[in-house]
């Protein structure tokens, strides 16, 4: 498994980075999402089930981005996804000049949508733009329903809201309604997608989403 270490970005116009990054991957046709959550709360659970469903259609190249370990990467390998995994020096975050080094690492000639896994935090990723086209987060049944009152930037800032392990609903008191209604006073574009990756429930829904994502921005041929 190739490791590459990244680390912070010399310079301070991370927001100008982030743009020139978007707009050079729209040129080499790759969409590049930014995947947020909670450690736990079910990324690289999400990402297997997404990549092993759309490898007919979608060629998915997957960045994980870790403090340490190579754990997620050897594991969407062996869902048949490009990935490579980079350690990023201690920090909480992917800033766009540490995404740029993952893309260069990946590769972009044979991958569709790339994925970022960014490192479990739902503080600093929200603060720094990567670079993506699409900033998703996932929230996870277990960890409750208020949790948009507690973290309100990150649930701002996203494009899509996953809402993961619904299988687990009748376990604990998380009211999907109440959830979605503060996330939308947050964030009323937020599109919100309730999902299982274990049953598969709602993955066809969000793997629409994507495609439909990488249709209209990098076009169809
Ligand atoms: N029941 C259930 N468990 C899940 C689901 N998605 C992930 N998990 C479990 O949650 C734990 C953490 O998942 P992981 O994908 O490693 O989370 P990450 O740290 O965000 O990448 C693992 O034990 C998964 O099996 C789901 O949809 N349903
Ligand atoms: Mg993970």
Redesign the pocket.
């Known amino acids: 498994m190739k490791v590459i270490e990244v680390h912070r970005s010399v310079t301070d116009s991370n927001d100008r980075d982030a743009q020139v990054l978007r707009d050079e991957l729209i040129e080499k046709k790759t969409l590049l999402i930014n995947l947020m ?1 909670s ?8 990402l297997s089930k997404t990549v092993s469903d759309m490898k007919d259609t979608t060629r998915i190249g997957v960045i994980e981005a870790d403090i340490d370990s190579d754990v ?1 990467a050897v594991k969407m390998e062996t869902f048949g996804a490009k990935s490579i995994q980079v350690h990023t020096d201690g920090m909480c975050h992917m800033d766009a000049g540490m995404t740029r080094r993952g893309i260069e690492e990946l590769g972009t000639e044979d991958v569709d949508i790339a994925i970022l ?1 960014n490192v ?1 935090n739902l503080i600093c990723p929200a603060e720094f733009d990567t670079g993506a086209h699409l900033n998703i987060m ?1 929230l ?1 049944v277990p960890e409750g329903d208020d949790k948009p009152l507690k973290y309100p930037l990150m649930f701002s800032m996203c494009d899509a809201l996953v809402i ?5 609903l009748s376990y604990f008191t998380f009211d999907l309604e109440k959830c979605c209604e503060h996330v939308k006073k947050l964030n009323p574009e937020v599109r919100i997608f309730p999902v ?3 049953t598969g429930e709602g993955m066809l829904e969000f793997e629409a989403y994507l495609r439909g994502q990488y249709d209209g921005r990098i076009g169809e041929d």
């Open positions: 959550s450690p736990g709360s079910g990324k690289t659970t999400l997620d896994e479990g996932i996870s993961t392990k619904m299988d687990t299982s990756a274990k």
